[in-house]
């Protein structure tokens, strides 16, 4: 999102200018519109706006659909946008010197990743939570539900710590490549050090199946009506 301007009001309140989005919240579009070409375009760019991020020491944190805005350009190309880093955790002198107890829990229960349920403190700095909640929204995406689920909170952490992948039919109508489930499986690693080292090695993977292998080269988004993203009721 570019940033217009910012500083201080008369009254000394900070301020910050950024552009408007006029994207939708995945979690208000319905999972039909998302076909494989769309899909991987998706997941092309969110891993690549985290690539960027960590790269800079930036770490999300909250990454979940309503965090991620999907619109289309004037040729009808799919262009998403990750929103409210409020939360990420940043690498800098000041914020390492912050200390957060073992207990505490950054994040959405739905997307949390097993060893931020153990110790956000610990693992706040790496890119493991991030992707882990990628292969969440990946998995949701695809298979029509996420792969945890229960009404309650201390369940579902649970689930995330110590419950396997469930094995699941894709929802009707969408069609991937084969390599694509053991993708999402690997995203979805229960040990961070078994999932993929970094957003960047997660996007070659995904793009050396999908028939592209060059990390950092932006290939056309697939155009598609853009009607395509109906947005669903709160």
């Excluded at 201080?8 to 579009?29: C, K, W």
């Excluded at 292969?135 to 201390?154: H, K, M, N």
């Excluded at 990390?215 to 853009?226: D, F, Q, S, Y």
Aim: charged residues 25%; proline residues 7%; contains cysteine.
């Amino acid at each position: 999102v570019d940033l217009y301007n910012f500083g201080f009001t008369e009254t000394d309140q900070p301020y910050i200018v950024m552009a408007l989005s006029g994207g939708t919240a995945l979690n208000r579009v319905a999972k039909p519109a998302f076909d494989w070409p769309v899909l991987r375009c998706l997941l092309s760019q969110v891993l690549r706006v985290l690539s960027h991020a960590h790269a800079r020491g930036v770490f999300h944190h909250d990454l979940k659909p309503s965090n991620i805005l999907v619109q289309q350009d004037r040729r009808g190309r799919l262009y998403a946008q990750v929103i409210d880093f409020g939360i990420a955790a940043i690498v800098n002198r000041r914020v390492a010197s912050l200390g957060e107890g073992p207990s505490t829990l950054v994040g959405t229960a739905s997307y949390l990743a097993p060893e931020a349920v153990r110790s956000y403190a610990l693992h706040r700095f790496s890119p493991g939570p991030d992707l882990y909640a990628l292969g969440v929204i990946a998995f949701e995406l695809s298979y029509g539900v996420r792969p945890f689920q229960s009404d309650d909170t201390r369940e579902l952490l649970q689930q995330h710590e110590t419950r396997e992948v469930p094995e699941l039919d894709v929802r009707a109508g969408f069609e991937a490549p084969e390599e694509f489930a053991g993708w999402i499986r690997k995203m979805l690693s229960k040990r961070p050090r078994d999932r993929y080292a970094s957003a960047a090695d997660a996007l070659a993977a995904l793009q050396r199946f999908a028939g592209r292998s060059r990390v950092g080269v932006r290939a056309p988004a697939p155009k598609i009506p853009r009607n395509r993203f109906p947005q669903l009721n709160p």
